[in-house]
């Protein structure tokens, strides 16, 4: 059994900051990679950025320079640090964990999701 849970999102102004977490608790053995997807209305759900257990990381062309991810292994815990928040950033975001649970299977779960809205 494992749950993502997300905190972080609210209402921002343009220009603005927030950080998202995301941490994973339950059964885990390790974890290959966690990351952040995001959806806005009417749009698909894409990839935002993500991040190796070793470090490697893969951002969306859209906000490579604004977001950084980073996570702490010791505390399976990732997050999101936005800068430079632009209203076309606003969108729910979705944490996303691939991992091996403590009995050797691997899967891929997904947080609740948490709103950010970027707005004057």
């Known amino acids: 059994q494992v749950q993502l849970v997300e905190s972080g999102g609210g209402l921002v102004q343009p220009g603005g900051s927030l950080r998202l977490s995301c941490a994973a608790s339950?059964?885990?053995?390790?974890?290959?990679?966690m990351g952040w997807y995001r959806q806005a209305p009417g749009k698909e759900r894409e990839l935002v950025a993500a991040i190796t257990s070793g470090g490697s990381t893969n951002y969306a062309d859209s906000v490579k320079g604004r977001f950084t991810i980073s996570r702490d292994n010791a505390k399976n815990t990732v997050y999101l640090s936005m800068n430079s928040l632009e209203p076309e950033d606003t969108a729910v975001y979705y944490c996303?964990?691939?991992?091996?649970?403590?009995?050797?299977?691997?899967?891929?779960?997904w947080g609740q999701g948490t709103q950010v809205t970027v707005s004057s």
């Open positions: 996303n964990a691939n991992l091996i649970t403590s009995w050797g299977r691997t899967y891929e779960y």
């Open positions: 339950g059964r885990i053995f390790s974890i290959n990679a």
